[in-house]
């Protein structure tokens, strides 16, 4: 079992940055990948990112790339999304997930999810 809380998120006016923590408890967190999603209002969840276990495999979204990161610390059972560059289209409410397998952009894949947190990008 994983439970995963999302801390970070914010308003922030376009061009600026932010950095999304999502800190897990649980013994398999070092094992797990992890993913970043996200959903604006009456829009499905988005893929964003994803990590593997040990932080060397990333892979994003179109949207994002070259604008946002995803990094982890498996010492704190942590992962990060810095969100550089943003723009209002990047407003949603977005959400760390771990999945007991390998990194993935399907969110069906991912077995625990965090309660997410909201970012609102002002234009």
């Known amino acids: 079992q994983v439970q995963l809380v999302e801390s970070g998120g914010g308003l922030v006016q376009a061009g600026g940055s932010l950095r999304l923590s999502c800190a897990a408890s649980?013994?398999?967190?070092?094992?797990?990948?992890m993913g970043w999603f996200r959903q604006a209002p009456g829009k499905e969840r988005e893929f964003v990112g994803t990590i593997n276990y040990s932080g060397s495999y990333t892979y994003y979204a179109d949207s994002v790339k070259g604008r946002f990161t995803i990094s982890r610390d498996n010492a704190k059972n942590t992962v990060y999304l810095q969100m550089n560059s943003l723009k209002p289209e990047d407003t949603a409410i977005y959400y760390c997930a771990a999945a007991k397998t390998c990194p993935h952009s399907d969110w069906a894949r991912y077995d625990y999810w965090g309660q997410g947190t909201q970012v609102t990008v002002s234009s």
């Open positions: 649980g013994r398999t967190f070092s094992s797990s990948a």
